[in-house]
């Protein structure tokens, strides 16, 4: 069986296709700058990567490229696309309405459609990659995957905020959580590799990249997690601010003349670790600002390892104890120095890492960094959402 995986992103588009016997990726890639000038299709397989520059004004013309590069004669990997067994599309936001993988159909379009209100960068691109996949392959069963499944797991008393109860029956304003996939993937990983049943661990998992959140997964299940209502919740993120006083929002907006809409759109684009530095987002263009001795990017480095920790401390207290960090996701799986802030000076919870294990390169394989007297064990360990997707399609199917 193969399974095609889309992640459509507000000017991105990324895909695998996945022989699901052998859960192999056959091909992948993606679509950079949709509906921006010099957007281009990097397609992966057989061994070689080519790239295609051709304008894409939308996500339509998008998914035409990406079925025609898999069903191309030189570096296509199917004959047609009837070898598409099914689709799973990653969606970010479910509200209470879906809280498992559901099937694409007309009325969980429109249910979808209802909702991207909730996650404004995420949803209305993913909608429409799917409506492109559909009229491209009408009669290939496809399913939508939710970032926020995994979380549904989480207690009322974690996932309430405190406002008026009956506003929250009315409106569903609660924590949802995102990044489940990926929180799902690397806690199960991390359970093989210790040898033990998910049931029987408390985990916390730092998916940190571009966007980034926390999970305390105990027993194989999320009890809490950083992001919220929206992805703009928790630690500092590339541009979004993370965590904030909700009053700062209607006073910012007063003293810079915007509107409530404007005002959210500024914390999730331009605040985070690339407001604060006046650098970049980019962690790696950070560190090298602060190598060069600027105080600011050094500044977003500490603010954004400091929230970190303190939520690793929050989940081991809801928790009572952890047995194991796993670290994942862009900045995660590559910056030592991350790692280091985040689980240094944990000595009270008998949390050491070995130093020189964690600044060996990443080898794409799960790294145990763990201290010789650690009684927690810090994983780092690559997250493979689109599998995650895969399989949740397959299974739904
Ligand atoms: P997204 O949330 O968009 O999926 P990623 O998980 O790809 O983001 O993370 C992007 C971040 O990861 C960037 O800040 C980047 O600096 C960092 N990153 C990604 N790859 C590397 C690498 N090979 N070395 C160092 N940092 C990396």
């Not at 399974?3 to 996945?18: A, E, H, P």
């Not at 506003?167 to 929180?183: A, E, L, M, P």
């Not at 530095?277 to 090298?288: H, N, T």
Request: charged share 25%; hydrophobic share 40%; glycine share 8%.
């Amino acid at each position: 069986m193969k399974v095609l995986v889309i992640n459509s992103g507000s000017s991105s588009l990324k895909y695998q296709l996945i022989d699901m016997e052998t859960e192999s990726v056959i091909a992948k890639g993606g679509c950079e700058r949709i509906g921006i000038e010099g957007s281009n299709l990097k397609h992966k397989a057989k061994g070689k990567e080519i790239v295609i520059q051709q304008a894409m004004p939308d996500h339509t013309v998008a998914v035409s490229l990406v079925l025609k590069a898999l069903t191309d004669a030189e570096y296509g990997v199917i004959a047609s696309m009837e070898e598409i067994d099914a689709v799973g599309h990653r969606a970010v936001a479910s509200g209470e309405v879906f809280k498992a993988p559901t099937l694409v159909t007309d009325e969980s379009i429109a249910k979808m459609e209802e909702l991207s209100d909730l996650a404004p960068l995420h949803n209305p691109p993913a909608i429409v990659g799917v409506k492109a996949c559909r009229a491209a392959m009408p009669n290939t069963p496809m399913a939508f995957v939710f970032d926020t499944s995994f979380h549904f797991t989480m207690p009322e008393y974690a996932y309430m905020y405190a406002i008026d109860y009956e506003d929250y029956q009315k409106y569903s304003i609660r924590r949802y959580g995102f990044h489940g996939t990926s929180h799902k993937f690397v806690s199960q990983e991390a359970a093989k590799y210790l040898g033990k049943k998910p049931e029987d661990l408390k985990i916390i998992t730092c998916h940190l990249g571009n966007g980034s959140s926390i999970t305390a997964v105990k027993g194989g299940k999320s009890i809490d997690t950083t992001m919220g209502f929206t992805p703009l919740a928790g630690v500092p993120m590339g541009t979004r601010s993370g965590d904030i006083d909700p009053a700062v929002v209607e006073y910012l907006a007063q003293k810079k003349g915007l509107t409530l809409a404007e005002a959210i759109t500024y914390l999730n684009k331009k605040g985070g670790v690339a407001g604060i530095s006046g650098v970049s987002s980019d962690f790696r263009d950070l560190r090298a600002a602060k190598a060069q001795g600027n105080k600011r990017a050094a500044l977003a480095l500490d603010m954004f390892t400091y929230a970190c920790k303190k939520y690793v401390g929050a989940y081991t207290a809801a928790m009572n104890g952890v047995d194991c960090i796993v670290f994942t996701a862009g900045v995660g799986e590559n910056t030592p120095s991350v790692i280091e802030a985040v689980c240094g000076d944990m000595d009270y919870i008998g949390l050491e890492i070995d130093k020189e294990k964690n600044s060996a390169p990443n080898n794409g394989q799960i790294r145990d960094v763990t201290g010789k007297n650690s009684k927690v064990k810090v994983l780092i360990i690559p997250t493979n959402e689109e599998l995650v997707i895969a399989r949740e399609t397959v299974e739904l199917l």
